[in-house]
Nanobody, 128 residues
Framework: LQIVESGGGLVQPGGSLRLSCALS????????IGWFRQAPGKEREGILC????????KSTDSVKGRFTIARNRAKNTVYLQMNSLKPKDTAVYYC??????????????????????WGQGAQVTVSL
């Protein structure tokens, strides 16, 4: 399975950005997908995920109500829609696939090693 992210960039506080996570070598319906981010000097943290079968999602409190996941089966792509961005959202964002589970797991209690295949990351900078 290969994962490629795109769509990062510079955005002003309060703005929006959408990241794409394109999968190849496997179909989207087979994998729970997680979105993670890593800010400078901090550990990688999981923020949202989507189940493989029904696509239902979970999010952490840090992004709840602002970030959402969407899936496009035809394009085998998962999107991270980020709204009301804040400077503290500045980080490298990663998409990852859990090849062993249909249900996704995310949050500080979930080790990043739960996810098996990772994209290269996309830089998101929120600043004036």
């Amino acid at each position: 399975l290969q994962i490629v992210e795109s769509g990062g960039g510079l955005v002003q506080p309060g703005g929006s950005l959408r990241l794409s996570c394109a999968l190849s070598g496997g179909t989207l319906d087979r994998y729970a997908i997680g979105w993670f981010r890593q800010a400078p000097g901090k550990e990688r943290e999981g923020i949202l995920c989507a189940n493989s079968n029904d696509g239902s999602t979970k999010s952490t409190d840090s992004v709840k109500g602002r970030f959402t996941i969407a899936r496009n089966r035809a394009k085998n792509t998962v999107y991270l829609q980020m709204n009301s961005l804040k400077p503290k959202d500045t980080a490298v964002y990663y998409c990852a696939a859990d090849t062993d589970e249909d249900e996704c797991f995310i949050g500080p209690e979930v080790p990043v090693e739960e996810y098996d295949d990772w994209g290269q990351g996309a830089q998101v900078t929120v600043s004036l």
